[in-house]
């Protein structure tokens, strides 16, 4: 009965006690009348990350440039469904210029790798977004 109950307050601090999940921050990008584009101004830190909600259309391209104060920040591009990035710019650039292939809300992700993740940096950056 001991064990029963020692293990049923384990359990309940368990339930009380607050994950220590990293941040997901998502916010749904939309183009002031009669425009094409957009900057962000923003910043993220530690393992946080910035989620942007696009929608475009199938065959529109999509720009993205991201300007950074930290050389560690990076983002992905993600079609909706998608498991991996169409684009990952701590492989191929901060600038990506990308066809879409399907329509839908695409995901762009904003992050700091993990070498400055696990410092606690913190990376202030802008972030352009451009449909043709």
Same mark, same amino acid.
């Given at each position: 009965? !001991? %064990?029963?109950?020692? %293990? /049923? %307050? &384990?359990? /309940?601090? %368990?339930? &009380?006690? $607050?994950?220590?999940?990293?941040?997901?921050? !998502?916010? =749904?990008? !939309? &183009?002031?009348? #009669?425009?094409?584009?957009?900057?962000?101004?923003?910043?993220?830190?530690?393992?946080?990350?910035? @989620?942007?909600?696009? #929608?475009? !259309?199938?065959? @529109?391209?999509?720009?993205? @440039?991201?300007?950074?104060?930290?050389?560690?920040?990076?983002?992905?591009?993600?079609?909706? #469904?998608?498991?991996?990035?169409?684009?990952?710019?701590?492989?191929?650039?901060?600038?990506?210029?990308?066809?879409? $292939?399907?329509? #839908?809300?695409?995901?762009?992700?904003?992050?700091?790798?993990?070498? /400055?993740?696990?410092?606690?940096?913190?990376?202030?950056?802008?972030? =352009?977004?451009?449909?043709?």
């Amino acid at each position: 009965m !001991r %064990l029963f109950s020692t %293990l /049923a %307050l &384990f359990l /309940a601090v %368990l339930a &009380f006690h $607050p994950a220590s999940a990293d941040e997901v921050r !998502r916010e =749904t990008v !939309r &183009f002031d009348r #009669g425009t094409s584009g957009t900057t962000i101004n923003s910043s993220v830190r530690g393992y946080d990350t910035v @989620q942007y909600v696009l #929608g475009v !259309r199938s065959g @529109q391209k999509l720009d993205v @440039q991201l300007d950074t104060n930290n050389a560690s920040n990076y983002f992905n591009i993600t079609a909706p #469904g998608a498991s991996e990035a169409l684009y990952n710019s701590s492989i191929d650039g901060n600038g990506a210029s990308v066809t879409i $292939p399907s329509s #839908g809300n695409y995901l762009i992700d904003v992050y700091l790798m993990r070498n /400055a993740a696990r410092r606690g940096e913190t990376a202030t950056y802008s972030l =352009t977004l451009y449909v043709e």
